[in-house]
């Protein structure tokens, strides 16, 4: 069973500020990575490769194979 992971923009959750951010649940967990987007970046790339591996190390921390992420770009 792969854990779709969502790339995705909108008004974050710790700021009123634009970000791009990276979303996932499975069992309960929710894995959850935000990065504020500079006025001077490309805001559909933005923070990709950052936000992946935050992403990873949580899935880390709790227990999920990482093989299970299945990452919007990859």
Same mark, same amino acid.
């Given at each position: 069973?792969?854990?779709?992971?969502?790339?995705?923009?909108?008004?974050?959750?710790?700021?009123?500020?634009?970000?791009?951010?990276?979303?996932? +649940?499975?069992?309960?967990? !929710? $894995?959850?990575? &935000?990065?504020?987007?500079?006025?001077?970046? *490309?805001?559909? +790339?933005?923070?990709?490769? !950052? $936000?992946?591996? &935050?992403?990873?190390?949580?899935?880390?921390? *709790?227990?999920?194979?990482?093989?299970?992420?299945?990452?919007?770009?990859?």
């Amino acid at each position: 069973m792969m854990i779709n992971v969502e790339f995705n923009g909108g008004q974050g959750r710790k700021t009123d500020a634009a970000v791009n951010y990276m979303l996932a +649940e499975i069992d309960g967990v !929710e $894995l959850y990575a &935000e990065m504020e987007i500079p006025e001077d970046a *490309n805001p559909d +790339e933005y923070g990709y490769d !950052e $936000l992946k591996d &935050e992403i990873i190390a949580q899935a880390k921390e *709790n227990d999920i194979d990482e093989s299970l992420l299945k990452f919007w770009w990859d």
